[in-house]
């Protein structure tokens, strides 16, 4: 007790030594670590630009006037942004490692991330979730979670895990878990199922947030669904929808990434009536919009362009996710705040020129820091990297001739159609046969079914990103192709593959649980780049992410038919057909 109680008593002294020396700075007694000179800022709390020298000691913002520091930037001709702040990300679809993907958004200005790891959850359990924490520990980008509400999404899929709220709730303890990640489930909640509100519960239990997924949920089931605590929602794909949840309370997460693209339908929020109860978020972001078009400051840049306030679109894109989440000390220039910045050089354009990062300087102008690997527990490593358990499979795996559904895909859409039932491939037809292969616990269960509207002619293609559970999910011309693609995945311990008559065309390995790869963003985007080409080559429709739209015809809770292992369902009466 002795020993805890001077270490405790050395705590506290070397904290007050810290702030002491804050408060010395803040009011010029000392110099500064940094100060940002003649700095025209963006204040989020009074909508306006001000101008004046912004102080940094100790990692925060000590003041603003006339200051001096042991380093003085000008920042005459810029403006200097607070962080940009991500509300809602699954990292694993940039499928990079998070380190990776921090070097790709710290040079837009992006400083602080709240990500879902559901995706390797899914693969891994609660593993999954601590490979997430230990391998963003100590990155110049703070990544904090949610954790994963739906391990499966539905009690039909077959994951590489069943978390429940058991499983989850010492999660909640950890600095940088900030509460219960986005509720699928919301049938569930709202009829009251016992497994889905105790993981409310649990969170609720640890004074932590809880997130939404509800799109068009409406009347009454959302008020069962707010009533059990759910105060936010990403899923609004139309001003209607966002603007009902709004006035009865909720946050909008006003999406634009890769998969789904909300932020032109939602523009009628971004006016001074509602735009203090939204956030941006990207959902998912993929290598190549992460290189081409950037993260955030994208957001920003598009919202302006649209018509959104400048310093508007600042205050959504930071200060309002972090009110949210309660990260009560970021998201806006002022004494007390974090001192992470993105300076860009004007308020149109948004080009992000320097970034700070807790007062240190993590780019400028094209120069980033040298990120050191985060240290993750060698056990920890390897069964990331060990997560297929399944025989060898031959083009008799996938013979069938009984009657089997058919899931029409819908331009433009990940929803699909029912259209009817099939026996066999017909090109002609754009007729292919569509397979989920169980790959965690070597079941040996395989889904079978048809895929119209995709447009392969020849060939087959196969991914272990397949959402929510991630088994392998392929579709092809023929069997033999099929099962060589499906094999391929499994001896490169998960990835993409593209094969035709008996060879590999193309392939991207996604070792880290058949989600992420060890390579840099730009090697796997020229990778996966590449299997696109050789994808549509083989009649792809042109119009179609072929690994993207693949991947979300296994996620059983997009209406109206999904594959899932044991056949396809029918997502709305949740019945095999």
């Known amino acids: 007790m002795a020993s805890y109680r001077e270490s405790y008593a050395g705590k506290i002294s070397r904290k007050l030594l810290k702030k002491q020396r804050i408060i010395a700075v803040a009011a010029g007694r000392e110099p500064a670590d940094l100060v940002l000179k003649n700095a025209t800022y963006v204040n989020v709390f009074s909508n306006e630009l001000c101008t004046d020298d912004i102080a940094v000691a100790e990692g925060l913002i000590v003041g603003m006037g006339k200051y001096s520091g042991k380093v003085e930037a000008d920042m005459t001709g810029r403006i200097v942004c607070p962080g940009f702040l991500d509300a809602h990300i699954h990292l694993e679809s940039a499928l990079v490692t998070p380190r990776e993907f921090a070097k790709a958004v710290l040079p837009h200005g992006t400083t602080t991330v709240i990500c879902d790891p559901h995706e390797i959850a899914n693969v891994m359990g609660t593993d999954g979730i601590d490979y997430m924490l230990q391998a963003t520990e100590g990155l110049p980008l703070d990544v904090h979670f949610m954790i994963p509400s739906c391990v499966p999404a539905t009690p039909m899929d077959e994951a590489g895990a069943v978390l429940d709220y058991r499983a989850i709730d010492s999660f909640f303890d950890h600095p940088r878990v900030l509460g219960l990640a986005e509720m699928m489930n919301f049938p569930g909640v709202i009829a009251g199922d016992g497994d889905t509100v105790a993981k409310i519960v649990a969170s609720q239990a640890h004074h932590k947030k809880i997130d939404g997924h509800a799109p068009d949920l409406k009347d009454k089931d959302l008020n069962a669904y707010m009533a059990a605590g759910v105060y936010s929602d990403h899923e609004c794909h139309d001003a209607d929808d966002a603007l009902l949840k709004l006035r009865r309370g909720q946050f909008i997460m006003i999406r634009d990434g890769t998969a789904a693209r909300n932020l032109e339908a939602l523009m009628p929020l971004l006016c001074d009536k509602y735009y203090d109860r939204c956030m941006f978020c990207t959902d998912d972001k993929h290598p190549s919009d992460l290189l081409e078009k950037g993260h955030m400051d994208y957001i920003i840049r598009k919202a302006v362009?649209?018509?959104?306030?400048?310093?508007?679109?600042?205050?959504?894109?930071c200060h309002h996710a972090a009110r949210y989440f309660l990260l009560n000390n970021r998201g806006a220039i002022a004494p007390g705040y974090l001192a992470d910045f993105a300076i860009v050089n004007n308020l149109t354009e948004f080009k992000v020129e320097t970034v700070y990062k807790r007062g240190i300087l993590v780019y400028d102008r094209g120069e980033l820091v040298d990120i050191p690997a985060p240290q993750i527990e060698p056990w920890l490593e390897q069964r990331a990297r060990d997560t297929f358990r399944l025989a060898k499979l031959t083009p008799?795996?996938?013979?069938?001739?009984?009657?089997?559904?058919?899931?029409g895909m819908v331009s433009g859409e990940i929803t699909t159609t029912d259209n009817g039932y099939a026996t066999k491939v017909d090109v002609e037809r754009d007729m292919l046969k569509i397979a989920v292969v169980e790959r965690h616990?070597?079941?040996?269960?395989?889904?079978?079914?048809?895929?119209q509207g995709y447009g392969l002619k020849r060939g087959a293609i196969a991914t272990s990103v397949s959402h929510d559970s991630h088994n392998i999910i392929v579709v092809g011309a023929n069997d033999a192709d099929m099962a060589l693609a499906v094999n391929q995945v499994a001896q490169s311990r998960g990835g993409i593959t593209v094969v035709c008559d008996g060879q590999v065309l193309a392939e991207l390995p996604l070792e880290v649980a058949g989600l992420m790869s060890m390579d840099t963003?730009?090697?796997?985007?020229?990778?996966?780049?590449?299997a696109k080409d050789v994808a549509h080559s083989l009649g792809v429709s042109?119009?179609?992410?072929?690994?993207?739209?693949?991947?979300?015809?296994?996620?059983?809770?997009?209406?109206?038919?999904?594959?899932?292992?044991?056949?396809?369902?029918?997502?709305?009466?949740q019945q095999y057909v």
């Open 542 to 573: 042109r119009g179609i992410d072929p690994f993207m739209t693949l991947s979300f015809m296994a996620l059983p809770v997009i209406p109206t038919l999904r594959l899932t292992t044991r056949g396809v369902v029918d997502v709305l009466s």
């Open 521 to 530: 963003l730009v090697n796997v985007n020229a990778k996966l780049e590449r």
């Open 396 to 407: 008799e795996n996938f013979a069938d001739r009984r009657p089997r559904a058919i899931i």
């Open 441 to 451: 616990k070597n079941t040996g269960h395989i889904g079978l079914g048809y895929l």
């Open 305 to 317: 362009s649209l018509g959104c306030d400048p310093i508007m679109a600042v205050q959504v894109a």
